[in-house]
């Protein structure tokens, strides 16, 4: 892995996020050569695999190309994949773990497909080094992507092994959380901005909070990730990784920033609490255990953004349409000259009695949502019958 030598990347992503992902990708300096609705493809030298995992807030993982070709069988993948210069790239004393998106009409099940690319790689380096690795599923050691449509089939490295979305400080999960990624998505969304402050209802397990904090203070998502697949990987540099992330540490700032989280579930406050202690950002936050209605409000500017409950769960349905009413009744009468901003579906957002001035779509899970931005100027127009909601 020479470091001037230019490689082909692919960033993935969850769906939605792909247009922020870009953004942060040629904020660190590259440019993105494609996008798709949940990847982008770049170019870069090869250490910037450490870069790009260490930085990306709503990326899933970094994929390292490594070749192409095409076949139509199981037997031509195999065939093609056991002349690839595999011991370039792995250690026999390596686990190997593979996965796969597959579309081809000869294969039934992917898995089979992972069995057929696993059995050339081992057989490669045997004959090569006279050791067969170990494999299994749990990405701890080289793990590579298949990607095979029809007759075309390209590999890859999976540099980043656990997804980039585990930052490593969720410790308490609470109940339903808010995806990392996501929560680093709907910041970017809104372009809240430290020093301005943030007020984060129905915050439960801190996500959006902890991933405020990070963004305020500059710290990178994955600085405290102690495992990467890259690390399995016969090239990687440690002394790349290590440089890359003292410079890192050189920019963060140590200004405290102004958010306020709250949650009416006393449970869901301690396990936010826990987090932010887990990611370093506690003195960043102040979290209280009240209802929202009752939390103390800064001056404006401010933003706030809610993620309230969807009604998906069971005996949520019938108190919903309340719920959101007196949400909307809130930002009217509570928080003027702020910006709000709530996650939610559209048939909750007719609810609200608020006409969103913008609206981004996003997949809470697999929850189709819009994040709806409201101007709460004083009187804030009341929709009609959810009118501009969609």
């Known amino acids: 892995m020479g470091k001037s030598q230019q490689q082909r990347f692919i960033v993935t992503c969850p769906k939605g996020i792909a247009p922020f992902l870009q953004a942060e990708i040629e904020s660190l300096g590259y440019k993105a050569l494609q996008r798709g609705h ?5 170019v870069g030298e090869t250490d910037a695999l450490y870069r790009l995992n ?3 807030r709503c990326a899933h993982r970094v994929l390292l190309f490594v070749a192409s070709g095409v076949a139509s069988t199981a037997a031509d993948l195999y065939r ?27 294969i039934r099940n992917s898995l089979y497909a992972c069995q057929k690319l696993k059995d050339a790689i081992a057989d490669r380096l ?4 006279g050791q067969r690795p170990n494999s299994d599923g749990r990405r701890e050691g080289v793990v590579i992507f298949l990607y095979w449509r029809n007759e075309h089939v390209s590999v890859y490295v999976d540099t980043s092994g656990i997804p980039l979305s585990k930052r490593g400080y969720r410790k308490n999960p609470a109940h339903a959380p808010l995806s990392e990624t996501l929560a680093a998505a709907i910041l970017y969304a809104t372009k809240w901005k430290f020093p301005e402050a943030l007020v984060l209802p129905m915050c439960g397990s801190g996500t959006l909070a902890i991933e405020a904090a990070f963004l305020a203070q500059n710290i990178p998502p994955s600085l405290h ?4 697949a890259f690390m399995q990987w016969r090239g990687y540099q440690p002394e790349c990784w290590d440089n890359e992330r003292e410079r890192a540490r050189a920019t963060i700032s140590g ?11 006393a449970a869901a406050i301690e396990a936010a609490k826990e987090n932010a202690r887990a990611a370093l950002v506690e003195q960043a936050i102040t979290f209280f255990h009240c209802d929202y209605q009752h939390l103390p409000l ?3 500017p401010a933003t706030v953004i809610v993620n309230p409950p969807y009604g998906v769960r069971i005996g949520e349905e019938q108190s919903i349409p309340l719920l959101y009413k007196q949400l909307g009744d809130w930002f009217k009468h509570a928080c003027t000259g702020m910006r709000g901003f709530v996650l939610t579906t559209l048939e909750n957002a007719k609810h609200i009695g608020l006409r969103p001035r913008r609206r981004h779509l996003f997949f809470n899970a ?3 949502c819009r994040l709806l931005e409201f101007e709460l100027y004083s009187g804030s127009k009341p929709s009609r019958s959810g009118d501009g909601v969609g």
């Open 38 to 42: 949940a990847a982008i493809e770049l």
């Open 54 to 56: 260490l930085w990306l």
């Open 80 to 106: 093609w994949a056991v002349n690839l210069p595999w011991e370039d790239h792995i250690l026999p004393s390596r686990v190997v773990t593979v996965t796969a998106s597959v579309q081809n009409d000869s």
């Open 126 to 129: 045997r004959n090569r080094l």
């Open 225 to 228: 990730r102690t495992r990467f």
């Open 255 to 265: 200004a405290t920033s102004a958010i306020l989280a709250c949650d009416n579930d």
């Open 298 to 300: 800064p001056a404006p």
């Open 366 to 368: 697999d929850i189709e």
